[in-house]
């Protein structure tokens, strides 16, 4: 039985003979209409498909343009792209093919313009890379100028920072982004051993050095410390130098330096963390140094410094109490502790060894921190048997910022 529908246009159709033909055309055309409005529609979303693709492609191109500029302004870059000018605001570096840099303002006439062949050619991205300014013109540093450990921009010291644009192409599709990034600036060191607290230095054995013993750089003080004279006590002979250029044996009201500000804006990068309680570890421990922090390789002398291939940063959080490392714990890079720190034992350390709390020197054995030590609270340097030795050595501060990772401070893109 047929619909009411199809019944009632039958009915109509009987009716009306000379209305068969044109119904039917307008049926057809009502088809073809569809049909081309199906064709239309596939077509313009093949057409935003195709679009969307490009524009994710030349997205990405600029992206990856960024990410080798980051790479090659890292210190140990394999094929780095080098700073002549860090003062100088006219200063450019591209990474891109000659007519590409040309186009975004490369001048191969000019000394302060540099370029470099991609690492990726087939992605198809041009960078820019320029020195960061102020409003005023100058440059602008990410360091800390005034001493307290604490990095801030500013105009006079520090890393330089970039700005670096990259701008990616795909299928005529262009887009740029742009980032803000900067090396890690090298720790602070205001001399050998810092202190916040009482310090007592013992034994003829223990040795506190301000020379720079591999770096070249200029020698510091033997103590910093903030409190007022008299506050740092020797007993049985200790020997505590500061040489060359004048540098005190001792410096007392120093600048006070924000120590945990110092541990937290590196042990987010640590590449060993771990969290204890009241904890002694010895060489072998679990996770601990047994886990393998670096084998410094020692001195002519104690009292010299040692020397070390690899870098790591070495986190502890103590809760609030204390770590204990004994019996020949040994590594490389920054040793960072929330806490007290018990040094017992034989125990060599290449790079700064960073504590919020105190430290204490307890037992037997040949300890040596070629670096520095910084103490935000007091220190007991006592050597009973072996030798006691902090080692300033400009080197061993540096080597463990300069080849981490570029910090990245913004990013945006440009449509």
Not at 363 to 389: C, E, F
Request: charged residues 15%; proline residues 4%.
């Amino acid at each position: 039985m047929k619909a009411p529908l199809f019944r009632d246009i039958a009915k109509l159709l009987g009716r009306e003979k000379g209305m068969v033909l044109p119904t039917a055309l307008v049926f057809l055309g009502v088809l073809a209409m569809l049909g081309t409005t199906a064709v239309v529609t596939t077509t313009t979303e093949m057409r935003i498909g195709a679009n969307y693709k490009v524009s994710e492609q030349a997205f990405y191109s600029a992206q990856a343009g960024c990410e080798e500029a980051r790479a090659r302004l890292r210190g140990n870059a394999a094929n780095p792209v080098s700073d002549g000018n860090p003062t100088q605001t006219q200063w450019r570096a591209y990474i891109g093919s000659f007519s590409k840099a040309k186009e975004k303002g490369y001048d191969s006439t000019t000394s302060m313009h540099t370029r470099y062949n991609s690492l990726a050619s087939d992605v198809g991205y041009t960078v820019e890379i320029r020195h960061q300014t102020n409003s005023a013109g100058n440059i602008l540093y990410w360091g800390d100028a005034d001493g307290d450990g604490i990095n801030e921009q500013n105009t006079t010291s520090g890393e330089n920072m970039y700005v670096v644009t990259s701008y990616g192409a795909a299928g005529g599709s262009n887009k740029t982004v742009e980032i803000e990034v900067t090396k890690i600036p090298s720790i602070t060191v205001p001399s050998a051993l810092y202190v916040e607290g009482t310090t007592i230095i013992q034994g003829s054995s223990t040795y506190v050095i301000g020379t720079d013993g591999c770096g070249g750089s200029s020698d510091k003080a033997g103590i910093v410390t903030t409190e007022n004279p008299g506050s740092v006590t020797f007993v049985g002979g200790p020997h505590v130098t500061g040489v060359g250029g004048g540098a005190p044996d001792i410096v007392y009201n120093g600048t006070d330096m924000d120590i945990q500000s110092i541990v937290n804006s590196s042990k987010g990068s640590a590449d060993f963390s771990y969290t204890v309680n009241s904890a002694t570890h010895i060489a072998t421990s679990l996770p601990g140094p047994g886990d393998g922090w670096g084998n410094p390789t020692p001195g002519a002398t104690l009292q010299d410094p040692s020397s070390c291939a690899c870098s790591n940063i070495v986190y502890y959080d103590t809760g609030g109490t204390f770590v204990q490392l004994s019996s020949g714990v040994s590594g490389c890079g920054i040793l960072l502790i929330e806490g007290d720190l018990d040094i017992n034992g034989d125990f060599s350390w290449y790079g700064p060894v960073i504590v919020t709390g105190s430290v204490v020197f307890t037992g037997g054995g040949n300890r040596n921190i070629t670096g520095s030590l910084i103490v935000g609270g007091s220190a007991v340097v006592d050597v009973s048997g072996g030798s006691a030795n902090i080692v300033y050595c400009s080197k061993a501060i540096d080597d463990h910022t300069r080849n981490r990772p570029l910090r990245l401070f913004s990013w945006k893109e440009d449509m």
